[in-house]
């Protein structure tokens, strides 16, 4: 049976939710020991005391905790993947674990990265959301886009996470005239990420990141095929690498790629490293793979 390790996207990060595998794991404290040293703070401190689902010590810790499930599975489980696959926020643990990118350097890109977000749409796009619906079929997906069009309104695809599954970036004042219009066409609205994420709008975002954060890192080609989120394509090279962590910010994710490639590539099995709520669900995924889900609770849970 051949294995894929999916680190996945992230969703609101609370210290409640994942302290405790923190501050008690072995391997998450190895982890955290690590990045203390290289930020140069208590990772776990500013963690508890951040309050933002999302905030840079949020998105530190989501990325501690996700490499050190995978740690723990490879050291006592045996798991040893044959392919790797990280979508959205999920880039930057795969990139450490296929050894483009030192620790270290993955834990620097990290903050950067989120400072650089911060900053861009605190200034830029301040009107615009990704809001992500579902069983939402084409024909009735066009219906509601074509309302859009009707309109003059702006919109970008964001994601493609299922055949009725989509991420939708839009203006924030037209965002519950489409919600309604989702559901009157018996679709269902999940939620809404402000800032916004991965639509072409925000290609000044990937310039800024291009110039500021990755020109001072050193990314080699992955120890193991690496599968990247935008396209499915495997990626066994620096450069597609390089291409892969820039493409998510101004290209959609399209899991349905991804779910294709990882067939082709004879992968039945996906663990995922990591709190995930919504790629291991996917009916896409549930379908093709078998599914392990690795996460900080069911870490601690073990434990006793």
Known sequence: MSTAIVFPGMGPSRFADAGRFMLLDP???KRLAVADEVLGYRVAERFRAGGADYSEYAQVAFLVNCLALADRALDRAGEEPAVCVGPSFGQKAAVAYCGSLSYEDTLRMTVAMAR?????????????????????????????????????????????????????????????????????????????MRPPVHAPAFAGLRRIVEREVLSGLTVRAPSLPLVADQDGTVLDSAEGVRTMLLDTFNRPIDWRAVTDTLTGLGVSRLVFSGADNLFHRLRRTRRAFEVRSLTPKSAVSARR
């Open 27 to 29: 391997y998450a404290r």
């Open 116 to 192: 650089r977000e911060e900053e861009y749409f605190r200034e830029h796009h301040q009107d615009v959301v990704t809001h992500s619906f579902t069983r939402l079929p084409e024909d009735r997906l066009k219906e509601a886009l074509g309302e859009l069009d009707a309109d003059g309104e702006w919109y970008e695809f964001s994601g493609y996470l299922d055949d009725d599954f989509h991420l939708l970036s839009l203006g924030a004042g037209r965002l519950d005239r489409f919600k309604k219009r989702i559901s009157d066409l018996g679709g269902y609205s999940m939620y809404s």
